[in-house]
């Protein structure tokens, strides 16, 4: 059995480098939005989120003993969605 095991401390490094860096990097791709696209800033706000744990997933599928090719589909997907939105927005 393929067991992967991270260090208590990695998972603390992740918390606290990530924690800071969704409310900052939200609320900046805010500043991108008109007036008239309010409608995404829903969408933009959880973009990053979203991202952070389909990354977090997609390890965790590409580390499991049982691999399943649907969920590394998935967890890609809650990637590239995300990404992809917020590109858009930054360069509409």
């Given at each position: 059995m393929n067991t992967?095991?991270?260090?208590?401390?990695?998972?603390?490094?992740?918390?606290?480098?990530?924690?800071?860096t969704v409310t900052c990097f939200g609320y900046y791709s805010l500043?991108?939005?008109?007036?008239?696209?309010a409608i995404w800033a829903l969408p933009?706000?959880?973009?990053?989120?979203?991202?952070?744990i389909g990354m977090v997933g997609l390890f965790r599928a590409l580390f499991s003993p049982r691999r399943s090719r649907l969920a590394l589909l998935l967890w890609a997907l809650c990637i590239i969605a995300p990404i992809a939105i917020l590109i858009w927005v930054r360069h509409h």
């Open positions: 992967f095991r991270h260090p208590q401390w990695l998972i603390q490094l992740i918390v606290v480098v990530a924690l800071p500043d991108y939005l008109g007036e008239d696209e933009v706000m959880m973009a990053y989120p979203v991202a952070l």
